[in-house]
């Protein structure tokens, strides 16, 4: 790592309607160095790494870059600098292909001035097989690749600007072990080029294992900057949150199931798509099933064809003991059942909305005055009671949902279901790009509707948290449901074993 510093950012400040979004930061980031910038959502870092970028510009303090105090004007005048950001949430355009997505804004053109497809096609393969990963076409529209290939393609459109500062912001959270890895090996090939790394990730053991510095952010203000060998990961959350906590719920699991009735039964359940093939499961009141398994093996799809939101080709789903048929999401809601989805701004949240309405969004028919129409003292009510148990940190109700941090976004769907009182909850990676103590407020939540009776499913990449959370564990691979697994008989190399168990492998087995 070089000494020399390519970024200086001074006493930088910003502020926003009701918010201070940063108070004075200072730190500065060397060349070849890969700098982790950590703190809870809300914390500030994705307002600084706007400003370096271009998107945002900062009301006091000044960038020096290069030596130079720089004012970038818009994110191109950034690029040209030699800045680029993968940001947390994807901003490719789906409707074109990944050569279009990488080269949009800058594509190269021939002599007569058009577009030279064949060169953008080339340059894109060379950009996809530096990262190595050369199987996607760079003619596929990005609306027919998965969320990792989605994130991975971000990730060549940022170095294919060949970027002496690169920033990212959470560039692990849409992908899987091996994905994971690749980018680290990535990430070490450019600062060996000289090229510095801001790195954001709420994944901790992340920091430690690729970071040289790293800044703490707290409440918009810059807490601590230092060399990764002198903090510890628990220091490091001690920094973020300014207390010590317990980061999980100490769950009481479930041990005898002898005289359980199950709440939910889904039988031989396949989806249109080819998805989810022939999966069968009981969910029993107050359990906590974890659903696990690799990227693209049908969780997802298994959650939403139960709960109406995606096609069904055969299978039969019974609610306490009774079949039932669930033809759309509105079914599913008569039915008791809630869902989480894993697209927070895709999925779930209205943007454009303030925080109460999108607390009240399935719970409107509960808020109807006597002419049908909706109470707005009670709605505000009922809203605020909701923000206070879940301590969701907005300035007001009437807030824009779409200006609070990814947690407090997360907490808002969270209290939507809540306030519905359901009986089933299906919650689709409910810590996805979450801070540790949003994170611990999410188990704790999980455990409290686990005591009141409440059937959840928890889908979730993250092993330690699945482990950690659930009764027993459900894993998938490729569609069908390849083990369930005791909270007492779980640990991390069973659970691996069945993600990766191919059919193969299984025929072979009732072979022998």
Same mark, same amino acid.
């Given at each position: 790592m070089?000494?020399?510093?390519i970024?200086?950012i001074?006493?930088?400040?910003?502020r926003?309607p009701?918010?201070?979004?940063?108070d004075?930061v200072?730190?500065d980031?060397?060349?070849g160095?890969?700098?982790?910038?950590v703190g809870?959502?809300?914390?500030?870092k994705?307002?600084?790494?706007?400003i370096?970028?271009?998107?945002?510009?900062?009301?006091?303090g000044?960038?020096?870059?290069?030596g130079k105090v720089?004012?970038?004007?818009?994110?191109k005048e950034?690029?040209?600098?030699?800045i680029?950001?993968i940001?947390?949430?994807?901003?490719l355009?789906?409707?074109?292909t990944a050569m279009?997505?990488?080269?949009?804004?800058?594509m190269?053109?021939t002599?007569m001035?058009?577009i030279?497809?064949?060169?953008m096609?080339?340059?894109?393969r060379?950009?996809?097989e530096r990262?190595g990963?050369?199987h996607?076409? !760079?003619?596929?529209l990005?609306k027919?690749?998965?969320?990792?290939?989605?994130?991975l393609?971000e990730?060549? %459109?940022?170095?294919?600007?060949s970027?002496?500062?690169l920033i990212?912001d959470e !560039?692990?959270?849409?992908?899987?072990?091996?994905?994971?890895?690749l980018?680290?090996k990535i990430?070490?090939?450019?600062?060996?080029e000289?090229?510095?790394?801001?790195?954001?990730?709420?994944?901790l053991g992340e920091?430690m294992?690729?970071?040289?510095r790293i800044?703490?952010f707290?409440d918009?203000?810059?807490?601590?900057?230092?060399p990764?060998t002198?903090?510890s990961?628990?220091?490091?959350?001690?920094?973020?949150?300014?207390?010590?906590f317990?980061?999980?719920?100490?769950?009481?699991f479930?041990t005898?199931?002898?005289?359980r009735?199950p709440?939910?039964?889904?039988r031989?359940?396949?989806?249109?798509?080819?998805?989810?093939r022939?999966v069968?499961f009981?969910?029993?009141?107050?359990?906590v099933?974890?659903?696990?398994?690799?990227?693209?093996?049908g969780?997802s799809?298994l959650l939403?064809?139960?709960?109406?939101a995606?096609?069904v080709?055969s299978?039969q789903i019974?609610v306490?003991g009774k079949?039932?048929?669930?033809?759309n999401t509105?079914d599913a809601?008569?039915?008791?059942?809630?869902?989480i989805?894993?697209?927070?701004?895709?999925?779930?949240?209205?943007?454009?909305?303030?925080?109460?309405?999108?607390?009240i969004?399935?719970?409107?028919k509960?808020?109807?005055g006597?002419?049908?129409?909706?109470?707005?003292? %009670?709605?505000?009510?009922?809203?605020g009671?909701y923000?206070?148990k879940?301590?969701? %940190?907005?300035?007001?109700?009437?807030?824009?949902?779409?200006?609070?941090s990814?947690?407090?976004?997360?907490?808002t769907?969270?209290?939507?279901?809540?306030?519905?009182? !359901?009986?089933i909850?299906?919650?689709?990676? !409910?810590?996805?790009?979450?801070?540790?103590g949003a994170?611990?407020?999410?188990?704790?939540?999980?455990?409290?509707?686990?005591k009141?009776?409440? $059937?959840?499913?928890l889908?979730s990449?993250?092993?330690?948290?699945?482990?950690s959370?659930c009764?027993?564990?459900?894993?998938?691979?490729?569609?069908?449901?390849k083990?369930i697994l005791?909270?007492?008989? $779980?640990?991390q190399?069973?659970?691996?074993s069945?993600?990766?168990?191919?059919?193969?492998?299984e025929?072979?087995?009732?072979?022998?």
């Amino acid at each position: 790592m070089s000494e020399e510093v390519i970024c200086k950012i001074d006493h930088i400040s910003k502020r926003f309607p009701g918010v201070l979004a940063l108070d004075k930061v200072s730190f500065d980031v060397k060349k070849g160095e890969v700098h982790a910038v950590v703190g809870e959502n809300g914390a500030g870092k994705s307002t600084l790494m706007n400003i370096l970028s271009g998107v945002y510009h900062a009301d006091e303090g000044k960038i020096q870059w290069d030596g130079k105090v720089t004012l970038f004007h818009q994110p191109k005048e950034a690029q040209q600098a030699g800045i680029a950001m993968i940001h947390q949430e994807l901003s490719l355009s789906p409707h074109m292909t990944a050569m279009e997505n990488v080269f949009e804004g800058r594509m190269p053109k021939t002599k007569m001035g058009l577009i030279d497809r064949k060169k953008m096609f080339d340059d894109c393969r060379r950009c996809l097989e530096r990262l190595g990963v050369s199987h996607i076409n !760079p003619k596929t529209l990005v609306k027919n690749l998965s969320i990792s290939e989605m994130q991975l393609l971000e990730i060549s %459109k940022a170095i294919s600007l060949s970027a002496r500062l690169l920033i990212m912001d959470e !560039p692990t959270s849409a992908l899987s072990a091996g994905e994971t890895a690749l980018l680290h090996k990535i990430v070490d090939n450019l600062r060996k080029e000289g090229v510095a790394i801001l790195y954001i990730s709420h994944k901790l053991g992340e920091i430690m294992a690729i970071a040289d510095r790293i800044t703490v952010f707290r409440d918009g203000r810059h807490i601590a900057t230092r060399p990764k060998t002198e903090m510890s990961e628990q220091e490091m959350i001690h920094l973020m949150v300014g207390r010590d906590f317990d980061q999980e719920a100490h769950r009481r699991f479930i041990t005898d199931y002898g005289d359980r009735k199950p709440v939910l039964e889904v039988r031989n359940l396949c989806d249109i798509a080819g998805k989810v093939r022939d999966v069968s499961f009981a969910l029993y009141a107050g359990e906590v099933l974890g659903l696990t398994g690799l990227v693209g093996a049908g969780r997802s799809e298994l959650l939403q064809s139960v709960f109406g939101a995606h096609r069904v080709q055969s299978g039969q789903i019974f609610v306490n003991g009774k079949e039932v048929k669930i033809r759309n999401t509105r079914d599913a809601i008569r039915l008791g059942m809630g869902m989480i989805p894993e697209g927070r701004k895709i999925q779930g949240t209205f943007l454009k909305m303030s925080v109460a309405d999108n607390m009240i969004m399935v719970y409107l028919k509960n808020l109807r005055g006597a002419l049908k129409l909706i109470d707005k003292g %009670k709605s505000k009510k009922v809203a605020g009671e909701y923000a206070g148990k879940l301590a969701i %940190k907005t300035p007001s109700l009437n807030q824009i949902v779409n200006h609070l941090s990814g947690g407090n976004q997360q907490k808002t769907i969270v209290a939507r279901w809540l306030m519905n009182d !359901p009986k089933i909850l299906f919650m689709d990676e !409910p810590t996805h790009g979450i801070d540790v103590g949003a994170k611990s407020e999410i188990y704790h939540i999980i455990d409290d509707l686990s005591k009141m009776g409440v $059937a959840v499913i928890l889908l979730s990449s993250e092993l330690p948290e699945v482990l950690s959370m659930c009764d027993r564990i459900m894993v998938m691979h490729h569609g069908a449901l390849k083990g369930i697994l005791r909270h007492d008989e $779980a640990n991390q190399m069973k659970v691996m074993s069945y993600m990766l168990k191919s059919t193969g492998e299984e025929a072979a087995e009732e072979t022998a």
